[in-house]
Nanobody, 124 residues
Framework: QVQLVESGGGLVQAGGSLRLSCAASGRTFSSSAMGWFRQAPGKEREFVAAINWSGGVTYYADSVKGRFTISRDNAKNTVYLQMNSLKPEDTAGYYC?????????????????WGQGTQVTVSS
């Protein structure tokens, strides 16, 4: 079993920044790729960013590339999502997830554990 707990969401003005954290416990954190996904009201959950087991390789959705940065600290069992230049369309619930594999993926079916989510609201 893996428990994932997100934090760091909140209300921010357009152009602002937030840093989300996801603390993991249970299965060896460093053996799993990690991902961030988001879901806006009335929309399907979508991929945001992913990072491989070592932190050496990252992958982003086109909509956030150049604005968001995913990172991880395996010593702290934590993955982060630094979000800069936020836009109103970034408003969503943000979820972290642990993959079955060491290697990143944009596909939700590759992830077998999910957090409860943290809300990000960007005002215009």
């Amino acid at each position: 079993q893996v428990q994932l707990v997100e934090s760091g969401g909140g209300l921010v003005q357009a152009g602002g920044s937030l840093r989300l954290s996801c603390a993991a416990s249970g299965r060896t954190f460093s053996s799993s790729a990690m991902g961030w996904f988001r879901q806006a009201p009335g929309k399907e959950r979508e991929f945001v960013a992913a990072i491989n087991w070592s932190g050496g390789v990252t992958y982003y959705a086109d909509s956030v590339k150049g604005r968001f940065t995913i990172s991880r600290d395996n010593a702290k069992n934590t993955v982060y999502l630094q979000m800069n230049s936020l836009k109103p369309e970034d408003t969503a619930g943000y979820y972290c997830a642990a993959a079955r594999s060491r290697y990143y993926s944009r596909f939700q079916y590759e992830y077998d554990y999910w957090g409860q989510g943290t809300q990000v609201t960007v005002s215009s």
